[in-house]
């Protein structure tokens, strides 16, 4: 009787843990703006663009908006098809610009996984010094095999009203 216990047991916690993993990472997640249908499957989910917004969470005061086609079709809807690179991205300064910590040239901001396996999508962030100028790319790569697909977006550290502060981002970066 112990040992069919300790499998119940075994089986309950795996359980919990399973519903409670989504809602931990939810707080990592882009928000949804909108989706628009581009390709209409008559039984299945049809093909979408999706607008997504996210706070960069190293500078206060950038938001970055990003479209992405998503698979539709019973293998889109199941998360088994490889979605393609296209990726088109948007930044800009929202607020006050406040540089929280140090961070690398290409430090990731985002990312995302694209196919079950090896393909992911990724939002960098960088520095240019000359400028003064956050900027931002967006691409997605496989193990073996990267895609050219990018887009990139800069936002110039601008004063934020009368009283604001501007930073140099070359100060922010950790060498």
Not at 67 to 94: A, F
Not at 126 to 150: A, H, Q, W
Request: a neutral charge; one cysteine or more; glycine letters at 8%.
């Amino acid at each position: 009787m112990r040992g069919i216990r300790t499998v119940a047991d075994s089986i309950l916690i795996a359980a919990s843990f399973l519903l409670l993993a989504p809602a931990a990472r939810a707080a990592d997640e882009p928000d949804l703006i909108f989706r628009r249908s581009t390709v209409f499957n008559l039984l299945s989910p049809n093909d979408k663009l999706g607008t997504y917004g996210l706070d960069d969470p190293v500078v206060e005061g950038v938001a970055c908006h990003f479209t992405v086609p998503e698979k539709g079709g019973w293998s889109g809807w199941l998360g088994l098809s490889e979605q393609v690179s296209d990726i088109s991205l948007s930044c800009r300064q929202i607020g006050p610009i406040r540089i929280k910590q140090k961070f690398e040239q290409g430090e990731d901001v985002f990312r995302q996984r694209r196919s079950l396996f090896f393909k992911k999508m990724q939002i960098v962030r960088g520095c240019d010094p000359k400028r003064n100028t956050l900027v931002y790319m967006v691409f997605s790569d496989r193990v073996i095999e990267g895609s050219p697909e990018n887009s990139t977006s800069s936002v110039p550290i601008m004063p934020w009203g009368a009283s604001d502060q501007i930073q140099k981002c070359a100060d922010w970066l950790a060498n």
